[in-house]
């Protein structure tokens, strides 16, 4: 199964191929975030995580 992960408005979540949503983070901390994308790494092996990185990121360099 190949999984990847999306950021809407403040919700970073895994999705798989078909769109069907396997775990979930609320974006209120930058540490806290960037721990649980290094655990789905290693969980899920999504293949935008470079991405989703330089998203997540970017949404906390907006946030102040």
Not at 1 to 23: A, F, K, P, S, T
Not at 27 to 54: G, S
Request: charged share 35%; glycine share 4%.
């Amino acid at each position: 199964m190949r999984y990847r992960i999306e950021i809407c408005q403040d919700l970073m979540h895994v999705l798989d191929e078909n769109g069907n949503g396997y775990d979930a983070h609320v974006l209120v901390d930058r540490q806290a975030a960037r721990d649980a994308m290094k655990m789905w790494a290693t969980r899920y092996r999504p293949n935008n995580l470079d991405d989703a990185r330089r998203e997540m990121e970017a949404y906390f360099d907006s946030a102040g």
